[in-house]
Structures are given as C-alpha cells and as structure tokens.
C-alpha cells in the first residue's frame, strides 16, 4: 500500500468541522438573538502562544462566533488576572473562557484555571471537567485529545476491544486522551520515560498516541503491522540547510509509515483539530448556557 493512502488527513477533517460548526453557530445566533463568544486571554509575548491566539481569534470569526481577546502584559499580577477571568466568568456574552498556558513562572496554573467558570471552560482543564470526564458525566473534553478520537472513530469505526497505547501523562494530552480511550471500551495501556521496554509495550497496541515532546522517537520497528498512529508532537529541529528549521513530531514519520495502517503527518495532521475542537467546545458551551437543544454527537 503506498504510503499516501494511509495518511490521515487532520487539516481536511478539521476543515470539515469547522463548516459543520459554522452551521451551528449561525443557527445558534438567530435562536440566541447573539452570537456565541469566545474570550482569550494571554499573558505575556511568547511568540508561539501569539501565533496560536491570532488563529484562534481568526477562526472564531470566520466560524460566525465572537472573538474576545484580553492581552495582558508579562508582569500582570496574579490578583488582576483573576480579576479579568471573574469577569469573564459573569459576562453574559462569553460562553467560553481559554487562558492560554503557559502563563509566566510568577503565576500559579492550578489557581487561574480553578477560578474560570467549569461551564466555560472549553479547554476541559478545570479539575469540575477532569472529574466529569472521568465520570462519563457531560462537561467538557480537552481540545488535543478529543480531536484525536474523532480522527481514530473516522478511521477505524468503532474502537471497542483494541489495545491503545498512550506515551505520555500530561494533564493537557496523555491522561484525557487514556480517559477517552477507556470510554470507546479500549484495553489502555499509559506509558512515559519511565515505562520499562517502551518499544515492547508500543509494539502490543492496535493504536499508538505519542504525546511526549521527543522528536521522531517512536520508530517503525516498534509498530504492530497495521497500527493507528496518532502523532500530537509538535517539535522544531534544525532543517536540511543551514539556518532552517522544520517541524517533526515524536513519531519517525517515515520508517512509520512503513509499517502502520494509518498514520497523522507532522504538520497537518493532528495539529489543526485542536482550534476546531475549540470552537466546537464553544458552540455547545453557548447552546447549554442558553438552555438551548444541540445533538452534539453530530458535532
Ligand atoms: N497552550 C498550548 N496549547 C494549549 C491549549 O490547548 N489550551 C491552552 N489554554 N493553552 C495552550
């Protein structure tokens, strides 16, 4: 099979939903008399958090959604950040609340993120969402996970009785990404750095997600014959010419593809559903907040 085939394509699937969330957006506005609205806010100028919040804040509007963004300077105090996210947390307007992470060393993550409405947190981060995940309670699901299993579900149907391998225990991916799994009846397996024979473990799974942040280290040889591979690294290595970089992920994209059934590129592959899934967070957030009746199972 050429390589070509196998290739899931998240940029496409991505797109798909975004016209899909539109739809709902625009029908959310003439029930609602307003438009559902996304506020971000950032502290400090990283300059990939800066990329990441002016495409979120471009997609919101060509979605039909409002986009509310509250840019604070780096040395912003911890009392005044809270400040704006109580704020947030009462203004009628805003159905999702998104503090881009990571905040400035002086502030404490846990606390910002406790303080942000669990009915507007469409990031899924909030410890009220955690737990409602965990409990197969509706709330809200992160937005790098549950892109995931929408591409696996789209792929392969149903996922029920496959052994999933999850590298990675962040809060953000690995942990909610092996809560999803558990819900589509996988046998989950959670490695990281410490896992003992890691290739071992990896070459058991019908599905592999690498989320660990260690450039193109999942090799073909660790793969079973005709795995789904879902690669969530995002990582800069130096490129072929001096000076340039390029993006790979943790997955060796080409002995990979070698070996796997399926398999997301580094880009375009799991990295634009993350601001889709958003934005879907946000319109169901608004039709609940409204009280209003969405199937957001066809979302
Ligand atoms: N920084 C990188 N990705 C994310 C994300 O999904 N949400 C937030 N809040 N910050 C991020």
């Known amino acids: 099979m050429s390589t070509d085939s196998k290739i899931i394509d998240g940029k496409a699937f991505a797109e798909g939903l975004r016209t899909r969330i539109a739809v709902v957006a625009a029908d959310f506005e003439a ?4 438009k559902a609205g996304l506020a971000v806010v950032l502290v400090g100028e990283d ?28 040395d912003t105090s911890e009392a005044d950040l809270l400040a704006v996210v109580e704020r947030l947390n009462a203004d009628p307007a805003v159905d999702g609340i998104l503090v881009q992470l990571p905040l400035p060393a002086h502030m404490n993550e846990q606390k910002v993120i406790a303080t942000i409405n669990p009915d507007k947190d469409v990031d899924g981060f909030h410890v009220v969402n955690v737990g409602r995940l965990a409990t197969g309670l509706p709330g809200f699901v992160p937005c790098t996970p549950l892109g995931c299993v929408m591409l696996l579900k789209d792929r392969l149907g149903s996922l029920s009785g496959l052994d999933a391998v999850v590298i990675g225990r962040s809060n953000i991916v690995g942990k909610p990404m092996a809560q999803l799994l558990i819900a589509e009846s996988c046998t989950v397996t959670v490695a990281h750095s410490r896992t003992k024979d890691l290739p071992e473990v990896v070459r058991r799974a019908d599905i592999v997600v690498a989320a660990v942040g260690r450039p193109e280290m999942v090799k073909g040889d660790w793969l079973k014959p005709g795995a789904t591979v879902i690669d969530v690294g995002i990582n800069r290595v130096p490129g072929a010419e001096e000076g340039k970089s390029r993006l790979v992920g943790d997955v060796d994209f080409a002995s990979a593809a070698e070996v796997a059934g399926a398999i997301t590129p580094v880009p375009g592959g799991v990295g634009p559903m993350t ?15 409204a009280g209003l009746v969405l199937d957001e199972s066809a979302l």
């Open 31 to 34: 029930k609602a008399g307003r």
């Open 275 to 289: 601001i889709a899934v958003l934005l879907r967070n946000t319109v169901v957030a608004a039709h609940r907040n």
């Open 47 to 74: 300059p990939a958090s800066q990329v990441y919040v002016r495409n979120k804040g471009k997609q919101t509007v060509a979605a039909g959604m409002e986009s509310f963004e509250h840019k604070l300077p780096a």
